[in-house]
């Protein structure tokens, strides 16, 4: 092809038809042109396509982090819940005249456990991490993004602040410094001559009382990002049109 165009340019210089060579010239360099403008447009294409399925694919990870994150909270929650149960079975105990210790040891030394929350973000860190994030046009979709794992990493510091300072070095101190006043009897069974003062008394129900409202505020907490992340959930389900909404009353039930 490119000696069929060298081979009519020499033809009209040697004829000496200069007008009709440089109009042949003006439509050769268009004919480049357009060829140009033709393969940029297709790599645009080309681009866009592929854009669109790496949006595609990060929007799915992203529900699959959601959906993992959603069973997070809910074990989160059932820890919570469990946890205030056990404080209000304590509480309930020490309304007795002469509380049993076999009763309430147990439950006692249950509450100083506690659950770590993970904030499972692995998606939207890549995303920001390689500038991806702009893929993502929708600027309701985005923004709400931004704002759940904001609200997620605030979560993660007040629960791990909570597990460290006041179940850990308030509470579980209490417990293992035996701050009940338990006996002990050789065998490392606890006696059950117990003798409970009003001030001891005091002390025991505003520990547990203590450990019950560090639970309902982190479940209070938790609630809320349960929510969040099944509307978040629904966001991206909209927006990819390939599965059903989730039933939030279902969700956020305790």
């Given at each position: 092809m490119i000696k069929f165009f060298r081979k009519i340019r020499q033809n009209l210089l040697s004829e000496n038809k200069f007008s009709k060579y440089l109009i042949y010239a003006i439509g050769e360099i268009l004919l480049v042109v357009i060829g140009i403008i033709i393969a940029v447009q297709i790599g645009n294409w080309n681009q866009s396509v592929q854009d669109k399925e790496l949006l595609r694919i990060s929007l799915d990870n992203l529900r699959e982090d959601l959906e993992l994150q959603k069973e997070?909270?809910?074990?989160?929650?059932?820890?919570?819940?469990?946890?205030i149960a056990k404080a209000d079975s304590i509480l309930m105990l020490m309304q007795k005249p002469i509380p049993s210790p076999s009763d309430i040891a147990p439950?006692?030394?249950?509450?100083?456990?506690?659950?770590t929350f993970i904030a499972n973000k692995a998606t939207f860190n890549n995303l920001e991490s390689t500038g991806n994030i702009v893929l993502i046009k929708d600027k309701e979709l985005k923004n709400e993004l931004i704002r759940?794992?904001?609200?997620?990493?605030y979560l993660t510091a007040v629960i791990t602040n909570n597990n460290l300072f006041l179940i850990d070095n308030i509470y579980g101190v209490f417990v293992s410094n035996n701050g009940m006043k338990f006996g002990q009897n050789p065998d490392g069974s606890i006696r059950q001559d117990y003798s409970i003062t009003p001030e001891l008394r005091f002390t025991i129900n505003s520990q547990v009382s203590s450990r019950k409202e560090f639970s309902e505020a982190i479940k209070g907490f938790t609630e809320l990002q349960l929510e969040l992340t099944v509307e978040m959930i629904n966001l991206i389900n909209e927006k990819l049109g390939d599965r059903p909404e989730i039933d939030t009353t279902l969700s956020t039930k305790r």
């Open positions: 997070i909270i809910d074990g989160q929650l059932a820890n919570e819940s469990e946890m439950l006692l030394f249950e509450l100083t456990t506690r659950r759940y794992y904001q609200q997620l990493d």
